[in-house]
Nanobody
Framework: QVQLVESGGGLVQAGGSLRISCAASGRASSSYAIGWFRQAPGKEREFVAA????????TYGTSAKGRFTISRDNAKNTVYLQMNSLKPEDTAVYYC?????????????????WGQGTQVTVSS
């Protein structure tokens, strides 16, 4: 079992930055790839970014490329999502998820454990 807890969400103005965190705990949690997804009201869940267990590989969704950076500190069992140049359309609940899948993936059904989410609101 892996437990994931997101934090750091909040209200930010358009053009601003925010860093959200995902704290992992549980058996072998540092051996899991971690992904970030987001879901806005009335919209489908969207892949944002993912990072391999050792941080050596990352992948980003289209909306995140060039603006967001995913990183992890396994000593702290924490994965971060640094979000810059935020836009109102980035407003959503952001979830982190853990996957044992061998290849980084944007498919949500490849993720085994999910956090409860953190709200990010970007005002115009």
């Amino acid at each position: 079992q892996v437990q994931l807890v997101e934090s750091g969400g909040g209200l930010v103005q358009a053009g601003g930055s925010l860093r959200i965190s995902c704290a992992a705990s549980g058996r072998a949690s540092s051996s899991y790839a971690i992904g970030w997804f987001r879901q806005a009201p009335g919209k489908e869940r969207e892949f944002v970014a993912a990072i391999s267990w050792n941080g050596g590989m990352t992948t980003y969704g289209t909306s995140a490329k060039g603006r967001f950076t995913i990183s992890r500190d396994n000593a702290k069992n924490t994965v971060y999502l640094q979000m810059n140049s935020l836009k109102p359309e980035d407003t959503a609940v952001y979830y982190c998820a853990a996957s044992r899948f061998a290849v980084l993936t944007a498919q949500s059904d490849r993720y085994d454990y999910w956090g409860q989410g953190t709200q990010v609101t970007v005002s115009s």
